[in-house]
DNA sequence: GAGCACTGC
């Protein structure tokens, strides 16, 4: 490849000139005074004249004369540590295909690196992009907008993000984009060799998502057939060596290292003495020895739930008023403030407020953030100093044999520790007290957080790899690989779903599951859905199950909050209750105040209607007929029908009169989830969720008819293949009763979606 | 008669 040949800026240069730098000093004629990049080399480029390219009077990509407020940050920008890096940045990245780079908090490396790596790909000439990924929405777009301004352009055009519901991009302008890393996965599933992109940047590599873990698989792969591509995966310290062997393309080879120092104050660690037999307590203790023996500065304290968090503000606010009750000069007044997710996005707010102020010549007043991990990685309070770290968090575990993940209160890894220490270091040195001691920090946490790609069902990530064209699951190179038996459950459930065929090959109806936004039951549920002239219904159904809880139930409202549920619930099932709420919810969306006051969540219900927006697209660009019926009878059958498309996997059956029920094959004992709406308790159940937390529970159940498991799922339903026990009985009686009679209809399970549509367009 | 760590498509 002749870099003197792509470079457009080279051309009007004879030929012993190219390449040589741009001639310096300014006149009438000079090419360098209108052209900033005049004689730069795509993938030759050297720092001092990208330094030069920013201090130009002309935007380097607009060529527009710069705005005051780029001259402004632009200083700040040179403060950066990595901005000292820049001559070092540029050689290592010229050389090599594949760069690991560890940057700690501050380092600017999120927002320089891909801005060094456009100078150097040039990627608006050749009609390609710079991406970097980003574990969460928010991050993708609150970056983009930074390096917007840095860049002083528009955002949306020459810089932009791309992330789920939003494409802030413009095509053939926008060379710098920032998009989540599940963005990145989907793209790679229509376009394998990702050819739009010069260079790939994966930020946040340490954090393990699931979707990074599989993009660093494919990117390792890529690297081989695509020479003009390069990779850059960024990460925190602890993870380096890591990525950097695995990424070392040659046997003992290692990808080099790129390092850049972080800028933020030291925190100083304490330890206890002595274990903990009770962290909430410990914690509640800690505060308030800190708000009364510390200076002055915030407080962040690690919990794992909103219960144990509610709890905890309570008791920390009723001490803390205790002791200025005893002696109001002893101590400054103190708000203590609740932060998890599910918390409305106004009270979240708070803790973005100042400390509380001092009573008149007393003491200063101090905040109290009481967080779960949301404060470790995806929320940045200022201000704090110190942090309390009873050292657990709520973490996921899949067990496959029974297919379930659950939420386990578990011990953090030394990594997460370490973050949440950095956390009392942003503004100003601080502290951080662990309640643990340091020989358990030392010898009984791990050293790092358990990748994603371990703890979760991977049917969906299996059907994705399987559309990427990947063929030997097990063999594939992942930086950590999953359980063998998580990928063969997964293989199984798609197997029987359709989606692969016996010999693991995507099926055409496999091909359209994988491009729908949605777990693999919900995918087929929603595409065999017009066979029973129901996809209008099924399609909310989907978009409500695919968005978080939508019923609210404040602790001191459980009753009227109750009450609200009770008049929109269809005792005939709580798929039909989601159906039913949702068309309330639409029809009312004029007044403000319905969500309110029927306890729903709007926030949830305004993404349902986004995600069936989205839903619905997909359906029309593959064909899926968005159909419905009057026959509300009939209607309520049908939609009961293409639930079991989806979910025969999930079914339960009662055992006696006690609200027992035994789930089909994995016979596990169940009980109906409180929450759950039926008026009485069928014998056959459909179940969406089996949640472990005081006991079993199945969630969001619907009565089926026993017969319709044979019509639509015959192939799981091969009575053979079934364990010995009460249910099998219950099978073989209903199966003998259905040989009396003549007929039988196709298995929908395993009929191909298209072939069926050409089969009626046919007729 | 009870929950929902956190993301992402």
Redesign the pocket.
């Known amino acids: 490849m002749s870099g003197a040949r792509d470079n457009p800026y080279l051309a009007h240069l004879p030929p012993n000139q190219r390449g040589a730098g741009g001639p310096s000093g300014s006149g009438g004629n000079d090419p360098a005074a209108r052209e900033p990049l005049y004689g730069f080399m795509p993938r030759r480029v050297k720092a001092d004249q990208v330094r030069k390219a920013l201090d130009h009077d002309l935007n380097a990509f607009t060529k527009q004369p710069h705005s005051a407020q780029y001259k402004k940050i632009l200083e700040m920008r040179r403060k950066l540590p990595v901005y000292g890096q820049m001559d070092e940045f540029y050689e290592m990245f010229s050389k090599n295909q594949i760069i690991v780079m560890v940057g700690e908090t501050g380092s600017g490396k999120t927002t320089q690196i891909p801005q060094f790596v456009a100078y150097s790909d040039l990627p608006h000439t050749r009609g390609k992009l710079v991406a970097c990924t980003q ?4 991050a993708a777009m609150s970056v983009a907008k930074r390096v917007a301004d840095e860049m002083d352009v528009q955002l949306g055009r020459q810089v932009g993000y791309s ?3 939003e494409d802030m991009t413009e095509p053939g302008t926008t060379f710098l984009k920032y998009m ?4 990145l996965l ?1 793209e790679a599933m229509n376009d394998p060799n990702l050819d739009r992109y010069s260079t790939i940047i994966l930020d946040e590599a340490h954090e393990r ?3 990074t873990d599989i993009l660093m698989g494919l990117l390792k792969a890529l690297a081989k057939k695509r020479s003009d591509l390069k990779i850059i995966i960024m990460s925190a310290t602890l993870d380096a060596l890591k990525f950097q062997k695995y990424f070392g393309l040659t046997e003992e080879g290692a990808a080099p290292l790129f390092k850049v120092p972080g800028r933020t104050h030291p925190v100083e660690v304490f330890y206890t003495q002595e274990p903990e037999p009770d962290y909430v307590e410990a914690a509640i203790r800690t505060v308030l020895m800190i708000h009364r023996a510390e200076d002055p500065g915030d407080v962040l304290l690690f919990l ?4 144990e968090i509610e709890d905890a503000c309570r008791k920390i606010k009723l001490e803390a008023d205790d002791l200025v009750n005893q002696d109001p000069d002893s101590v400054g007044p103190l708000v203590c403030i609740p932060l ?3 918390l409305p996005p106004q009270q979240q707010q708070r803790i973005f407020d100042a400390p509380p102020a001092a009573r008149p010549g007393g003491p200063p007043g101090r905040k109290v953030v009481v967080s ?3 404060a470790e990685t ?1 929320l940045t309070i200022d201000g704090i100093v110190y942090v309390v770290d009873p050292g657990f ?4 575990v899949y067990n496959p044999r029974i297919r379930v993940e659950s ?1 386990l209160v578990s011990p953090i890894s030394k990594a997460s520790a370490q973050q949440r220490a950095g956390r009392a270091g942003r503004t100003r040195p601080g502290k951080c007290f662990r309640l643990y001691t340091e020989k358990d920090f030392m010898s009984e946490l791990e050293e790092q957080t358990h990748p994603e790609i371990l703890k979760s069902n991977l049917a ?1 990530t299996v059907l994705e790899l399987v559309k990427l064209g990947i063929k030997d699951l097990v063999r594939f190179d992942y930086v950590d690989a999953p359980a063998p038996e998580t990928l063969m459950r997964a293989l199984e459930l798609l197997n029987y779903l359709a989606a692969l065929d016996d010999e693991g090959n995507l099926t055409p109806l496999g091909a359209i599951m994988a491009e729908f ?2 777990d693999p039951q919900l995918a087929k549920m929603l595409i065999v859905s017009p066979e029973f002239k129901c996809s209008n219904e099924i399609l909310t159904i989907t978009a409500m199950l ?1 968005v978080p ?1 939508v ?1 609210i ?1 404040p602790n001191n409202q ?1 009753r009227e909050a ?1 009450a609200a549920k009770a008049l929109l619930t269809v005792p005939d099932g709580d798929h039909l209750t989601l159906l039913n709420v949702y068309n309330n919810y639409v029809q009312n969306k004029h007044d403000k105040n319905w969500t309110w006051t029927h306890y729903l969540s709007a926030r949830a219900l305004a993404q349902a209607d986004n995600v069936r927006a989205q839903l619905q697209r997909s359906m029309e660009r593959f064909d899926v007929d968005l159909v419905s019926m009057t026959d509300e009878r009939k209607l309520y059958v049908n939609i009961r029908q293409a639930l079991v498309c989806g979910f025969f996997m999930q079914i339960a059956h009662k055992e006696g009169e006690k609200g027992n029920y035994l789930t089909v094959k994995d016979n596990q004992v169940v009980a109906l ?3 759950c709406g039926l008026d009485t308790q069928p014998e056959w159940v459909i179940f969406n969720e089996f ?1 472990l ?2 006991r079993p ?1 199945i969630r969001m159940v619907s009565d089926i008819r026993p017969e319709w498991l044979f019509e639509f799922a015959a192939s799981y339903f091969d009575l053979a293949s079934f364990p010995d026990g009460e249910t099998k009985r219950a099978l073989q009686r209903i199966m003998n009763k259905r040989a009396g009679k003549a007929g039988g209809r196709v298995d929908a399970g395993s009929s191909d979606v298209r072939d069926a549509k050409k089969r009626k367009k046919n007729k």
Request: hydrophobic letters at 25%; glycine letters at 4%.
């Open positions: 574990p969460r929405r928010v992330i789920r519901f989540t890393d599940g963005m989907r998502t699931l979707a794992t739930g909103e219960e998890y997710s599910s779960t991990n949301i995806s968090s709520k973490q996921k939420l969906n936004p949605l695919s809880n019923w139930r459980r109750d989830h409180p929450s949640v937390t005081t529970y």
